[in-house]
């Protein structure tokens, strides 16, 4: 069965500099979130989007954006790059409804040195 | 405030033991709470849900959860643990009115041969 892809897997960015992660959810599925995870921490909700419109914002940094696209893949982008960014970025997605399970990504590794 | 606890960081047991991974919330309204698995640099696997109905749910890879609402918890349990189940497990909830997970820390179930 088809998963959520994220593109790239690895990333390595320098201080201030800018990152794009991609997010190409499952087939039908109309709900993207954004979760960050840093070493030995529990995800943390960023932002979800339903049908090309956030939905939900969490705890995401002003120099982050996110939007959904018409096909439904989601492109978070990150600016100004601080050493604390370092972390790994998991994409869900869902179909709509709080009943339904989310289906995770393999994850972005984006460090920042 | 809607959480999650998982009081154990880690839990051992002897393979073939059965085991439990312990998780408590607190939601306003009616929970939906999920178990999610973790491997090494992996994206997060879903195991299992409760939204209502039966107290025992069943999931993937032979775990089940018991939802007890007076105790506001929802145990993962597993009658035969194996090696390979070996992983980082986190409880999650749905917020009321909204889409997004709330997270628990964590607990690392380690399975010894």
């Known amino acids: 069965a088809a998963g959520v892809i994220q593109s790239p897997r690895h990333l390595i960015k320098e201080k201030r500099e800018t990152a794009t992660l991609k997010c190409y959810p499952i087939?039908?599925?109309?709900?993207v979130y954004w979760y960050q995870q840093g070493p030995g921490q529990d995800p943390q909700f960023l932002i979800s989007?339903?049908?090309?419109?956030?939905?939900d914002k969490g705890s995401i940094p002003d120099r982050f954006s996110a939007q959904q696209f018409s096909d439904y893949h989601s492109e978070l982008n990150m600016s100004s790059l601080e050493l604390g960014d370092s972390a790994l970025y998991f994409c869900?997605?869902?179909?709509?409804?709080?009943?339904?399970?989310?289906?995770f990504g393999p994850g972005t590794r984006l460090t920042v040195t | 405030a809607q959480s999650v606890a998982q009081p154990e960081d880690q839990v051992n047991v002897a393979e073939g033991n059965p085991l439990t991974v312990k998780c408590t919330y607190s939601?306003?309204?009616?929970?939906?709470l999920f178990w999610y698995v973790q491997y090494p640099n992996r994206g997060l696997q879903f195991l299992l849900k409760?939204?209502?109905?039966?107290?025992l749910v069943k999931g993937s890879y032979g775990f089940e959860a018991e939802f007890n609402k007076s105790q506001t918890s929802f145990h993962l349990k597993k009658p035969s643990a194996l090696v390979s189940d070996s992983a980082l497990y986190f409880c999650?909830?749905?917020?009321?009115?909204?889409?997004?997970?709330?997270f628990g820390t964590g607990t690392r179930l380690k399975v010894l041969a």
């Open positions: 869900a997605s869902s179909q709509r409804g709080q009943t339904n399970e989310q289906y």
């Open positions: 087939p039908r599925h109309d709900t």
């Open positions: 989007f339903y049908e090309k419109m956030q939905s």
């Open positions: 939601v306003s309204g009616n929970p939906y």
């Open positions: 409760y939204i209502t109905g039966d107290n």
């Open positions: 999650a909830v749905r917020a009321t009115g909204t889409y997004k997970y709330i």
